[in-house]
Structures are given as C-alpha cells and as structure tokens.
C-alpha cells in the first residue's frame, strides 16, 4: 500500500482545530519560549516518542533522537544539542533512553550488516565488546535486552565526559544524568540505576550500574 502524504495535512488540520477545541490557547502558550527541565537522548525509532511516554507537555521535554541513542564526542550534533540544553536552556535532567527490541543494538550484537550505519553501530560493538563476559555468561534469549541496558549506560558515561558537561559541573550548574530503558511490550520505562551529578563517585556508580545488570538478568534465567 503506497502512502498518501497528502493525508498528513489533512490529519494535521484535524488535529491542530481538536486541540484548540479542546484546549483553547494551546498554540498561543507554545508561542513562549521554552523553558524545558528535561532532555530526553533517544533511538530514532518512531515507537518511542519522549513526549508521550513521559506524559509531558510540548515545550517540557528537550529532545534529541539518533540511531540506538549514541553519544561519542565525534558528532557535534548531538553535543551542539547537550551544549543548547545545557547552556540555554538551563535543564535539570538529562535522561539517555535506550529501548529493548532496538534494531541498532541487535545488529551491532549479531553482527548484521545494514549499511552505511554500520560505521555508526561500531560504538556499539565497542560496548558489545567491552562487557563481552557479561553478555557471553547471559542467556541467548536475554542477550540483546542486556546490550540495550549497558548501551544506555555506557552513552551516559559518555555524556558525563564531555566538555559540556564537565564544565557546567565545574561552574556549580545542577544538572543529572540518568540511564533508563523503555520497554515495547509494557509502555514502561526502566531505570539502569545510574543517575549522575558531578564527577565525584563517578566510577563507583559506574560499576554498581553494571553490576546491577548482571545481577538482575541472573534473576531471569
């Protein structure tokens, strides 16, 4: 069946008319800056959209979306995004959001070529490799779930490890960064029990979140 784009507009027009029905001066109050608490670093994929999950209005939740949610110090996009929220817009929290059933991580585990991001998937493989024993004394069926989980870990190592992020610590800015996990199948967000504040205790908290990994998906066997 071939899209019709045309009835994008159309839904589009539907939707912006209910909303001022039911919710008079909605566009006006989106007319003011934003002033989001809350950014959200997640997977491209459409079936994870912060908004909704969050249950937070547009304007509350800063938003930037990649294939399988990576953070490396090479793409400048998405650490010009972290440098505006951070700088700008003064946000509080800074949640990198994995999911399980993520297409990235799955072909960065088994190794499937996709193309062209499998240059960008190589961060991936590097995490892959990093907990090779980890993910090798994991059940087969439980693999791909802990790879999303030390993924969404390891990017927020990586997020702390910028300049940005450093600096803004540095300066006495309160910021937090959070590793969760959302799930398809429940609707439900998970949470890798690493928050970060600051660099003090960085790398103990480092390993009790890796740590808890393991020991969780022992639980599940």
Same mark, same amino acid.
């Given at each position: 069946?071939?899209?019709?784009? +045309?009835?994008?507009? /159309?839904?589009?027009?539907? $939707?912006?008319?209910?909303?001022?029905?039911?919710?008079?001066?909605?566009?006006?109050?989106?007319?003011?800056? %934003?002033?989001?608490?809350?950014?959200?670093?997640?997977? +491209?994929? +459409?079936?994870?959209?912060?908004?909704?999950?969050?249950?937070?209005?547009?304007?509350?939740?800063?938003?930037?979306?990649? #294939?399988?949610? !990576?953070?490396?110090?090479?793409?400048?996009?998405? &650490?010009?995004?972290? %440098?505006?929220?951070?700088?700008?817009?003064?946000?509080? *929290? &800074?949640?990198?959001?994995?999911?399980? @059933?993520?297409?990235? !991580?799955?072909?960065?585990?088994?190794?499937?070529?996709?193309?062209?991001?499998?240059? $960008?998937?190589?961060?991936?493989?590097?995490?892959?490799?990093?907990?090779?024993?980890?993910?090798?004394?994991?059940?087969?069926?439980?693999?791909?779930?802990?790879?999303?989980?030390?993924? !969404?870990?390891?990017? #927020?190592?990586? #997020?702390?490890?910028?300049?940005?992020?450093?600096?803004? $610590?540095?300066?006495?800015?309160?910021?937090?960064?959070?590793? $969760?996990?959302?799930?398809?199948?429940?609707? &439900? #967000?998970?949470?890798? *029990? &690493?928050?970060?504040? @600051?660099?003090?205790?960085? /790398?103990?908290?480092?390993?009790?979140?890796?740590?808890?990994?393991? /020991?969780?998906?022992? *639980?599940?066997?």
């Amino acid at each position: 069946m071939t899209a019709d784009i +045309s009835k994008l507009f /159309e839904r589009n027009r539907h $939707w912006a008319a209910q909303m001022e029905r039911d919710r008079p001066g909605f566009f006006r109050s989106l007319m003011a800056q %934003q002033e989001p608490k809350y950014m959200w670093i997640g997977c +491209s994929d +459409s079936r994870v959209p912060a908004n909704q999950i969050t249950g937070l209005e547009p304007g509350e939740v800063f938003v930037h979306r990649n #294939v399988a949610n !990576v953070v490396v110090p090479t793409d400048l996009n998405c &650490l010009s995004t972290i %440098q505006f929220a951070v700088d700008q817009l003064k946000i509080e *929290h &800074l949640m990198v959001v994995g999911h399980y @059933g993520c297409g990235g !991580v799955k072909a960065a585990l088994l190794d499937q070529r996709v193309g062209l991001a499998d240059n $960008w998937l190589r961060h991936i493989k590097d995490v892959r490799d990093r907990h090779a024993s980890l993910i090798a004394s994991t059940a087969e069926h439980l693999r791909h779930d802990v790879l999303c989980e030390l993924n !969404v870990i390891e990017q #927020v190592m990586n #997020v702390a490890q910028t300049t940005v992020m450093q600096d803004a $610590w540095q300066r006495g800015q309160q910021v937090t960064l959070h590793a $969760w996990c959302y799930g398809l199948s429940d609707g &439900l #967000v998970h949470d890798m *029990h &690493l928050s970060v504040s @600051g660099t003090g205790g960085i /790398e103990e908290k480092y390993k009790a979140a890796i740590a808890g990994v393991s /020991e969780e998906r022992r *639980h599940l066997v």
